[in-house]
């Protein structure tokens, strides 16, 4: 069976400092990888989606990256975290042959003061 | 772009009700509609999925319609229980894609009290 890990669980950080949230998926190859933000009392909002090695599209300009250097590895980076970086970040799966499921892991809840 | 909203934001009902979701979205041009249900702190997790040439989906006691042309959905819960209580959210894919691009609404919170 497929099982998706992210980790932290939850994380506090000083505005400025650096950021990297990492997000494995296990059973299942070639996955198409996505990380979301939810903001308090808001939708969740797609931040990147990846179809393949190295292959990252970003659906909102904003102060972070993401990047995917193995197929089932996805990681989410900040040089500088902004205070309005705050938030609880999803990592999500989905098939490619069919990509209507998602996935989600168990979040990380991210504090920048 | 697709807009999602959903009614009530919250919702608190005594134990063995019955109760409906509202789900609407602005672009009916759509591929499918999940419902997702996300406990606090945690990730989500998918409840009922509906294609765009469906009209309702049921697992258990949950029922999930479609009215694709009035852009509505609702989720319909039958003798709610206190394992119940979370937060649901509906989300929307449109067509075209090669990877799920939902937009999400921001959930209604379902409090069902013993």
């Known amino acids: 069976s497929q099982t998706i890990h992210q980790w932290p669980a939850t994380l506090v950080q000083p505005v400025g400092s650096p950021l990297s949230l990492e997000c494995t998926v296990e059973?299942?190859?070639?996955?198409?990888l996505y990380w979301y933000r939810q903001a308090a009392g808001r939708g969740l909002q797609l931040l990147f989606y990846s179809v393949g090695i190295g292959q990252i599209s970003s659906e909102v300009p904003q102060n972070l990256s993401a990047s995917r250097p193995q197929d089932r590895q996805f990681i989410l980076s900040s040089k500088k975290l902004l205070l309005s970086d705050s938030g609880f970040y999803l990592c999500?799966?989905?098939?490619?042959?069919?990509?209507?499921?998602?996935?989600f892991g168990s979040g990380t809840q991210l504090s920048v003061l | 772009k697709q807009e999602v909203t959903q009614i009530p934001a919250a919702l608190s009902v005594p134990e063995g009700e019955n109760l409906v979701l509202n789900c609407s979205f602005t672009?009916?041009?759509?591929?499918?509609l999940q419902w997702f249900r996300q406990d606090p702190g945690k990730g989500l997790t998918s409840l009922l999925l509906?294609?765009?040439?469906?009209r309702e989906q049921t697992s258990g006691r949950l029922n999930a319609s479609l009215d694709k042309s009035s852009g509505r959905s609702t989720l319909y819960i039958a003798a709610s229980q206190p394992g119940d209580s979370a937060t649901y959210l509906c989300?929307?894919?449109?067509?075209?894609?090669?990877?799920?691009?939902?937009?999400f609404g921001s959930g209604t919170k379902l409090n069902v009290k013993p």
């Open positions: 989300a929307v894919s449109p067509s075209g894609y090669n990877f799920n691009k939902f937009y």
């Open positions: 509906i294609q765009s040439s469906q």
């Open positions: 999500a799966w989905s098939w490619q042959a069919d990509n209507e499921k998602l996935f």
């Open positions: 059973g299942t190859s070639n996955p198409n």
């Open positions: 672009d009916s041009a759509i591929y499918n």
